[in-house]
């Protein structure tokens, strides 16, 4: 995993040589996190708010399913209040979260207000570092809406077989045309690609003809 | 299988929007036109050509020699050659797909197809392509870094940005795949 993002690196290095990643939004799994630190170290990483509000009722176990839902709603108020913030020496986010541990106790017992403070300890850092920095995104929904395209277009290519090709090619292929296609058909991004949706410039009206121009070889 | 495709050479194909075929062919019995052309399209784009190493640029572009592709019913493909650095470039007109004698729009639609969730083999019913065809022309798509294109469109390298990985199947093999995301922009998979 690590020399994947590494390739990433160098690639992007050979772009811009100053190039310096300042903040990285993870879902908290652990091999993620040991893997992004070791490549950029002293980046800060934040934790996705979403995965935050899936884990936690599996934090609490051995509790009426209301009692579960009634958490996870508390949580949910505390992370939003806490994005409303400015600043989060006004919110007090730390004094919060050992609020809601302590509720925790109260509600669903000892064991379960124990697991949810080391958990709420551990993912602390990760949430501060999301509220911190405004230009973070705090959730990492467009990330999943890509592993479902791409899981959806590699399972069409199960019954596919062709032992001498390149993974690596095909799915950068298909990441092209994730990034040119355009997605939209009705909505505020009807007819733009991923990339004109952020800001970038296509040499052309036409996907294709972009595709065409832009993986032609001969440009920088 | 997972190995990446080595490549041999750097590929210096240009594809030029000729507006249709007709043009193209007119263009082609004048040299001086041509190569104007190219070089206001390029322009047009906002794009430089690769050039050697060594070479700081320049314009000074000059035919280099062509050749009939034999695929295409022996269709003209011209090559240009910058006088100082001695770089050399493949024009190709939108009309034509490198080292393919698929027609674009066949490609279009079936690209379109896979895109939007057809399967390969449906892809190969509703165009006159086969699967290996199709499945070459999306490896051949995915020789240019996706990094590389992303800044040729002018978006700035990604300063923050989501990253995750996903356990899947790529053909027969596990497929393991890190990816990198700025909003709508995927900068890396795999």
Redesign the interface.
């Known amino acids: 995993m690590t020399e994947s993002y590494q390739a990433f690196q160098r690639a992007a290095l050979q772009q811009g040589p100053s190039y310096r990643v300042q903040g990285v939004l993870i879902d908290g799994f652990d091999s993620t996190t040991k893997s992004l630190r070791t490549l950029l170290p002293g980046v800060r990483l934040g934790t996705c708010l979403r995965h935050a509000l899936v884990k936690l009722p599996k934090k609490l176990a051995a509790i009426p399913f209301p009692v579960r839902n009634a958490l996870r709603s508390q949580f949910h108020t505390l992370l939003y209040r806490a994005r409303q913030r400015k600043r989060l020496r006004v919110f007090a986010l730390g004094q919060r979260l050992r609020h809601f541990a302590d509720h925790v106790t109260r509600v669903a017992g000892t064991t379960n207000g124990e697991r949810g403070r080391r958990w709420l300890q551990d993912k602390k850092a990760g949430w501060y570092a999301v509220f911190e920095d405004p230009w973070r995104p705090v959730t990492s929904t467009l990330l999943d809406q890509v592993h479902n395209a791409i899981e959806w277009k590699l399972f069409m290519m199960k019954a596919f077989h062709h032992p001498q090709g390149s993974q690596q090619a095909f799915l950068t292929g298909l990441a092209h045309l994730y990034n040119l296609i355009p997605y939209q058909r009705r909505a505020q991004h009807a007819g733009q690609c991923g990339r004109e949706v952020e800001g970038g410039k296509v040499p052309t009206q036409d996907w294709f003809l972009n595709l065409q121009i832009l993986t032609s070889g001969g440009f920088r | 299988?997972?190995?990446?495709?080595t490549q041999t050479r750097?590929?210096?194909?240009?594809?030029i929007?000729f507006q249709d075929e007709a043009t193209y062919i007119r263009l082609l019995h004048d040299g001086k036109a041509f190569v104007e052309f190219v070089l206001a399209f390029?322009r047009a784009?906002?794009?430089?050509?690769?050039h050697t190493a060594t070479c700081r640029g320049g314009r000074c572009l000059t035919r280099h020699s062509h050749y009939a592709r034999v695929r295409l019913g022996g269709f003209t493909i011209w090559r240009l050659q910058y006088t100082r650095c001695k770089a050399v470039?493949?024009v190709?007109p939108?009309c034509v797909?490198?080292y393919r004698s698929l027609r674009?729009e066949v490609?279009?639609d079936v690209?379109?197809a896979?895109?939007g969730?057809?399967?390969?083999?449906l892809c190969a019913v509703i165009g006159p392509i086969s699967?290996?065809a199709l499945?070459r022309?999306?490896?051949?798509?995915?020789?240019?870094?996706?990094?590389?294109?992303?800044?040729?469109?002018?978006?700035p390298?990604?300063?923050?940005?989501?990253?995750?990985?996903?356990h899947?199947?790529?053909?027969?093999?596990k497929?393991?795949?890190?990816?990198?995301?700025?909003?709508?922009?995927?900068?890396?998979?795999?």
């Open positions: 299988m997972g190995t990446a495709g750097h590929n210096r194909t240009i594809t929007d390029v784009l906002g794009f430089q050509h690769t470039f493949t190709l939108q797909l490198r674009p490609a279009r690209l379109l896979t895109h969730g057809l399967s390969v083999e699967p290996m499945y022309l999306v490896c051949a798509l995915g020789s240019q870094s996706l990094g590389g294109v992303s800044t040729r469109c002018g978006l390298l990604p300063v923050s940005f989501l990253a995750d990985e996903k899947s199947r790529c053909l027969t093999d497929a393991y795949l890190p990816t990198i995301v700025t909003g709508r922009v995927l900068w890396h998979l795999g």
